[in-house]
Every structure is written in C-alpha cells, then in structure tokens.
C-alpha cells in the first residue's frame, strides 16, 4: 500500500533538500511563504545543467 503526503502538513525545511520535492514547497508550511518560495527557486536555479534539473525532479517525486 502507497503512503500519501499531505505536503501542506510538512514544514518547508523538510522538503527543500529533495531537489525533486522543491517545487512542491509552495504548498508546505512556512512561516514566510514568499522568501520559502524564493528560496526553492533559488535552489532549483542553482542546478546548472536544465536536463539535470528535470531528472532530478523525477528522480525524488518518483521515489515518493
């Protein structure tokens, strides 16, 4: 049986190490919505290579 995860009930720093998760933190909880969105952003733009970006992506929402 699969586990759900109720993103909105997860605090924003337990996602953003999962590259994968990291467009999902807009829907966790966080203190200053904005600067967590920003955050994300930031992460996702610091993987450099755009087809690394996506796999990454993948890789982390597929292992949920």
Known sequence: M???LRIWEIPAEELMPFSGLLSFVAL????DPIQTL????WE???IADETQQHDDCN???LKQ
């Open 38 to 41: 920003r955050r994300a952003i």
């Open 2 to 4: 699969h586990g759900w």
């Open 28 to 31: 966790s909880q966080a203190a």
């Open 44 to 46: 996702i733009l610091k």
């Open 59 to 61: 890789r982390d929402f």
